[in-house]
């Protein structure tokens, strides 16, 4: 009988052994020193959402409603805290793996594009190294998985102008339910619509008549109404009418833009571009533009930038308070360009080299430059992130949330490990700044499951703190020990410096977390039961 041969090709072997060489780089810089981080309040408040749903599921299940949220990412990280008894490690860990969704994603994407295996290899590394990826895959924020999703939305609607006729159905509904599944993580998958009318175009370079572009884009509307039919499901769950509630937050409103919001517009425009340079890298962008004079790809990559701006214009035009990582599904399209046009680019050089044009060895060594600086910026910003956080050099947007405002962590494992040497030989009462993010989320997340008998956390709702509420001084009288964790600059209770138990800084002068014992402040108040 004749042997079948099932031996990797040998032309496939350097691009196997490559992409494994890549993957096992995303294992370990994103593994290493995971939860050295200090949680930031978004990931405190998803965990302990997650971690209610454990607790009572039926009441919980879509809590994060109430607050805005779709529920599928906090229900990934209740599944995630159901095995671990590190509970961020466990929470980070379901981002590391949408993480590995989209490389899976880009590479094909890049695939499907009819990349080289190089130019796949390219893109698929550059989506472990850049900063604007390696940082939200390694928090437990929903941006990650909103893009992974997205992606694949967008590689399956790509192959729908490949596919047979008889297989088209099965990618409209893969792409429309991957699109459902966006709008479950996070609503700003929503701007994502619109992009599916560009995908076509990836493909088709004839022009089209209006009822040619009618026949071209059924297909994708379908896909994009499959995704927006799974997204009205939830119209079945009570808590629906709290999905935009906060929407006003976040965003102006039409009547707020007509009315002259709209020339924040500009601003807008200038920040963002800001938060790509800094996070995809100045030379990529670059890149991204050089790749509109390159003849071969030009088209694609203006399409590539076109769908990045879809998504982008109402975050542009509406964004009142817009932080980087909501941005981040726009850097899929502008990774996949970046790496078009360096193909594209690299190609010509070689071509024109080739035929005597000296001048195009100084093109090709500037290419070769911008790339070099890329991948010592992206190291030097991974190298920080794991083993020196608090020099991270992230835009000031950023800076400010993970490490120097409030929705820091900073303080919060070390006060934990107050809290649990302190309760080993007596009964404490915690009260903190707020009702709920860092403080008390940061804290309430560490003692899920655990002894808890002597232990009482109790957010007060207020920032600043300028007294104790009564519900909590009348529980905290029946505690041994009454603490208040709040930061510095929101600490407006007078109380003499003796009483300061722990104090745990910020980076670069910034508020500090500190930890007062108001035990005496407690006991001198009056009981409200009293007669």
């Keep these: 009988m004749k042997k079948t041969n099932r031996s990797v090709p040998h032309s496939a072997l350097p691009f196997l052994l490559g992409m494994l060489s890549v993957v096992g780089l995303y294992v370990i810089t994103h593994l290493w020193q995971l ?5 930031f309040a978004d990931e405190a408040i998803y965990i302990r959402w997650a971690q209610l749903i454990l607790d009572d599921w039926k009441q919980y299940l879509f809590f994060a409603l109430n607050d805005g949220k779709t529920p599928l990412f906090i229900w990934m990280l209740a599944a995630a805290q159901s095995w671990s008894t590190d509970q961020l490690l466990a929470g980070r860990l379901v981002s590391v793996l949408g993480g590995g ?9 890049l695939r499907q594009l009819k990349l080289k295996r190089l130019t796949q290899l390219l893109g698929v590394l550059l989506v472990v190294v850049l900063p604007f990826w390696f940082t939200y895959h390694r928090l437990a924020v929903m941006d990650g998985w909103l893009t992974a999703w997205l992606s694949l939305s967008f590689w399956a609607a790509l192959n729908i102008a490949d596919a047979p006729p008889k297989n088209r159905v099965r990618w409209v509904l893969l792409a429309g339910v991957t699109y459902g599944l966006a709008l479950w993580t996070k609503l700003p998958a929503l701007f994502f619509g619109p992009v599916f009318l560009v995908v076509p175009f990836l493909h088709k370079e004839q022009k089209f008549r209006l009822n040619q572009l009618i026949r071209l884009w059924w297909p994708y509307v379908a896909s994009a109404g499959v995704g927006l039919l799974i997204f009205a499901t939830l119209r079945l769950v009570p808590g629906f009418g709290q999905l935009f509630s906060r929407g006003q937050d976040f965003s102006y409103t039409f009547s707020e833009v007509l009315a002259g919001r709209w020339t924040e517009s500009f601003a807008n425009m200038v920040r963002f571009t800001s938060y790509f340079g800094a996070y995809l890298t100045w030379p990529i962008l670059v890149l991204i533009f050089a790749g509109l004079f390159s003849a071969r790809e030009r088209r694609r990559v203006g399409l590539l930038i076109l769908s990045a701006l879809v998504f ?3 975050f542009v035009v509406l964004g009142k308070v817009v932080h980087p990582r909501y941005l981040l599904p726009a850097a899929l399209f502008l990774t996949i360009a970046a790496v078009t046009s360096m193909e594209s680019l690299v190609d010509r050089c070689r071509t024109a080299i080739q035929h005597g044009h000296v001048a195009w060895v100084g093109i090709a060594i500037l290419i070769a430059l911008l790339t070099g600086q890329v991948f010592t910026y992206a190291v030097l910003f991974m190298s920080t992130f794991i083993f020196t956080p ?3 050099p992230f835009v000031p947007a950023d800076r400010q949330q993970y490490l120097e405002e409030w929705s820091s962590g900073h303080g919060i494992i070390q006060t ?10 007596h009964s404490v009462a915690v009260a903190t700044e707020g009702r709920f993010g860092t403080l008390p989320d940061g804290l309430l997340l560490y003692f899920h499951g655990q002894d808890v008998s002597n232990l009482y956390i109790e957010g007060t709702g207020q920032y600043p703190v300028k007294s104790l509420p009564e519900f909590f001084v009348e529980r905290a009288k029946n505690f041994d020990q009454a603490l208040l964790v709040a930061n510095s600059h929101r600490m407006e209770i007078s109380l003499p410096s003796t009483q300061l138990v722990a104090q745990f800084c910020r980076p670069n002068n910034a508020p500090c977390l500190q930890v007062w014992d108001v035990t005496l402040l407690v006991k001198a108040q009056p009981s409200s039961h009293t007669p």
């Design 35 to 39: 939860t050295f981080f200090s949680v």
């Design 101 to 109: 969704v989209q490389l899976l994603a880009t590479w094909l994407i």
């Design 312 to 314: 982008l214009i109402p």
């Design 390 to 392: 608090d020099n991270t």
């Design 416 to 425: 934990v490990a107050l809290l649990d040497r302190l309760t080993e030989d």
